[in-house]
Nanobody, 125 residues
Framework: QVQLVESGGGLVQAGGSLRLSCAAS????????MGWFRQAPGKEREFVAV????????YYADSVKGRFTISRDNAENTVYLQMNSLKPEDTAVYYC??????????????????WGQGTQVTVSS
């Protein structure tokens, strides 16, 4: 069982930056791939980024590539999402999620077993 708690959301102007954190409970954090997803009002939850258990491999949605960076600190049981050059279309509730790391990277919400409660990110124009 893994419990996830996101923090770091807020209101920022277009072009600004935010850093989201996701703190995980449990002693098996380092065995999980960690993902970030987001959901805007009226839209489906969409993939943002994922990082493998040792942090050596990452993958991003095209819409955030070059602007967002996912990282993790296994000693602190925390995964981060650094978001730069934010745009109004980045406005959404951001969720972190965990799944046991396997050979395949999953970009589907259905591929993840544990979810946080979400943190709101609002980017004003």
């Amino acid at each position: 069982q893994v419990q996830l708690v996101e923090s770091g959301g807020g209101l920022v102007q277009a072009g600004g930056s935010l850093r989201l954190s996701c703190a995980a409970s449990g002693r098996t954090f380092s065995s999980y791939a960690m993902g970030w997803f987001r959901q805007a009002p009226g839209k489906e939850r969409e993939f943002v980024a994922v990082i493998r258990r040792r942090g050596g491999s990452t993958y991003y949605a095209d819409s955030v590539k070059g602007r967002f960076t996912i990282s993790r600190d296994n000693a602190e049981n925390t995964v981060y999402l650094q978001m730069n050059s934010l745009k109004p279309e980045d406005t959404a509730v951001y969720y972190c999620a965990a799944r046991p790391d396997t050979y395949y990277i999953s970009t589907s919400p259905g591929g993840y077993d544990y979810w946080g409660q979400g943190t709101q990110v609002t980017v004003s124009s």
